[in-house]
């Protein structure tokens, strides 16, 4: 195997799970300073690994099935030595072994048999006792043990451009603290109420002196409205939904970031800014913002009193709507105890 290694990550999405492999790319980066290290993403992530100085390349997967012969030919002309597989599907695990590499690594967890066993050289199983109680980066960082890779480093980190930064804090034009609220999630089911995040607007403004700032993806436009509708003090809300570089430094920009518990969560934690997530039934180690200083709003789980009786899937926190057992009070005094520590 040369000396100088061609890695290559596959995880396909989402947000807050690329953002999470940093600490796998900084320990490759310490371990092998000058091997090349490139992440296979779909394109719409892509733009969030320029901010990890760890990884030399993002790689798309292709969306059409045109694209596929070219891409094919780039997996087998890049001659990677090792493939490390975080998805494990059908797909990840043919392009794994289309890669010719002599290490392909497949890590895996769950009752479910693993995809096209015979097409890896190794496989890393995660018991599902230790995987639901320990943060996912711990599971990535498994991935590393058949390369021989040692667990030096447990960073998460992204680095925003300092002009990106500097153009946000102009835009804001506070001198003193900024809140940044984003109110978005993948499951709507998962949303916080607009009116309530209205009255954290306004307390914040009004009691704290606080600059709130509202920054949604392209699904979240109404959420955002709304919110700006509601408050009744002045809410700077964004005109189009930053790229994700620019969320990174908007949310660098910040002296706290609101939001759920989400993908932009792990973007404000991994830039170092303080976070507020507001969760509802879903597991709060599993998928926790990295680092410290970060507070976490969460009803007491089994619920008692269940806010959407007949609507509820018990077993599936993408179909729970506990995130309304939250009170405005709860959050908006986790918001006062950040902006006060920051």
């Given amino acids: 195997m040369p000396a100088t290694p061609?890695?290559?990550?596959i995880r396909r999405r989402y947000l807050g799970d690329v953002v999470l492999l940093g600490s796998l790319f900084r320990n490759l980066r310490l371990f092998w300073p000058d091997a090349r290290i490139v992440a296979l993403v779909e394109a719409a992530y892509a733009g969030i690994l320029a901010l990890n100085p760890d990884v030399d390349e993002a790689m798309m997967l292709p969306a059409r099935a045109l694209d596929w012969p070219g891409f094919s030919a780039r997996i087998r002309k890049a001659e990677f030595t090792h493939v490390l597989d975080i998805d494990n599907t059908e797909k990840t695990a043919a392009i794994a072994r289309l890669s010719g590499a002599p290490m392909r690594v497949a890590l895996h967890h769950g009752p479910h048999a693993l995809k096209l066993r015979a097409l890896y050289t190794h496989v890393v199983h995660d018991p599902a006792a230790e995987h639901e109680n320990r943060p996912i980066t711990e599971y990535y960082l498994k991935a590393l043990g058949p390369a021989g890779v040692p667990i030096v480093a447990r960073e998460v980190r992204l680095v925003p451009r300092e002009s990106d930064v500097a153009d946000w804090r102009r835009y804001i034009g506070a001198r003193g603290m900024t809140l940044v609220l984003h109110p978005g999630s993948r499951s709507p089911w998962r949303l916080w109420p607009a009116d309530r995040f209205a009255a954290v607007c306004d307390r914040v403004q009004d009691e704290l002196g606080a600059q709130v700032v509202l920054a949604g993806g392209p699904a979240d436009r109404a959420q955002v409205e709304k919110i700006r509708s509601l408050a009744r003090s002045h809410v700077l809300a964004l005109d189009a939904p930053p790229?994700?570089?620019?969320?990174?430094?908007?949310?660098?920009?910040?002296?706290?970031?609101?939001?759920?518990?989400?993908?932009p969560m792990h973007v404000a934690a991994a830039v170092g800014t303080p976070v507020v997530a507001l969760y509802g039934s879903q597991n709060t180690v599993l998928f926790r913002p990295h680092g410290e200083g970060h507070t976490l709003v969460a009803p007491a789980m089994p619920c008692t009193a269940c806010v959407a009786p007949g609507e509820c899937v018990p077993a599936d926190s993408y179909h729970n709507r506990c995130v309304r057992l939250n009170t405005v009070e709860e959050v908006f005094g986790a918001v006062r105890a950040t902006l006060g520590r920051a």
């Fill in 6 to 9: 061609k890695i290559l990550v």
């Fill in 243 to 263: 790229s994700l570089p620019r969320l990174a430094a908007l949310a660098r920009a910040g002296s706290a970031f609101l939001c759920h518990d989400s993908g």
